[in-house]
T-cell receptor
Framework: DQQVKQNSPSLSVQEGRISILNCDYTNSMFDYFLWYKKYPAEGPTFLISISSIKDKNEDGRFTVFLNKSAKHLSLHIVPSQPGDSAVYFCAASGSPGGSGYALNFGKGTSLLVTP | GAGVSQSPSNKVTEKGKDVELRCDPISGHTALYWYRQSLGQGLEFLIYFQGNSAPDKSGLPSDRFSAERTGGSVSTLTIQRTQQEDSAVYLC???FGPGQPGELFFGEGSRLTVL
């Protein structure tokens, strides 16, 4: 039973434009959300996170928005760069602060940024 | 290196054989996790170790799967009598443990192919 859903398996964006990656979750107990980025043949790397007490967290070109009522979060990348091309995983935790083991991952969205 | 190290990076085995996958976590990290990613799927939680506590084995798909962590550091994931559906990338991750933000540091994974 997939509790974290990324309904777009792939996304293509032109360099310099905004990339928006979406994620939906079904478990209302989730209160900590993370995005991971994965290049081929590498392990996922942590990108950005947000706690349920916030609705926005920004880190450079990356911003995560959380809409708790809709059980939806999104990752915005502005401006997109070719080096951002990777698979992005959304993850959610039910533990405050996140113990890690309870992370539920989506299936990922493959982002391609074209020059 | 300073990251999570996994070996082997690739393993091809015949159905019915046993395999062992090894993980060296980041020094100082008390929590260690095993996930797997099957083709087209998200990251599936397998098992979690935290310090000297009993591991959370709730994600192990069958009793053919087992894992141990010696001395609170290195972990070995063992799959007995491998089946073709066990083919996946097995990812190990570590973190500072509960109470910390749920940021996991992943290794590059061990790709298992069962013929």
């Amino acid at each position: 039973d997939q509790q974290v859903k990324q309904n777009s398996p792939s996304l293509s964006v032109q360099e310099g434009r905004i990339s928006i990656l979406n994620c939906d979750y079904t478990n209302s107990m989730f209160d900590y959300f993370l995005w991971y980025k994965k290049y081929p043949a590498e392990g996922p790397t942590f990108l950005i996170s947000i706690s349920s007490i916030k609705d926005k967290n920004e880190d450079g070109r990356f911003t995560v928005f959380l809409n708790k009522s809709a059980k939806h979060l999104s990752l915005h990348i502005v401006p997109s760069q070719p080096g951002d091309s990777a698979v992005y995983f959304c993850a959610a935790s039910g533990s405050p602060g996140g113990s890690g083991y309870a992370l539920n991952f989506g299936k990922g969205t493959s982002l391609l940024v074209t020059p | 290196g300073a990251g999570v190290s996994q070996s082997p990076s690739n393993k091809v085995t015949e159905k019915g054989k046993d395999v062992e996958l090894r993980c060296d976590p980041i020094s100082g990290h008390t929590a260690l996790y095993w996930y797997r990613q099957s083709l087209g799927q998200g990251l599936e939680f397998l098992i979690y170790f935290q310090g000297n506590s009993a591991p959370d084995k709730s994600g192990l798909p069958s009793d053919r799967f087992s894992a141990e962590r010696t001395g609170g550091s290195v972990s070995t994931l063992t799959i007995q009598r491998t089946q073709q559906e066990d083919s996946a990338v097995y990812l190990c991750a570590s973190s500072f443990g509960p109470g910390q933000p749920g940021e996991l540091f992943f290794g590059e994974g061990s790709r298992l192919t069962v013929l």
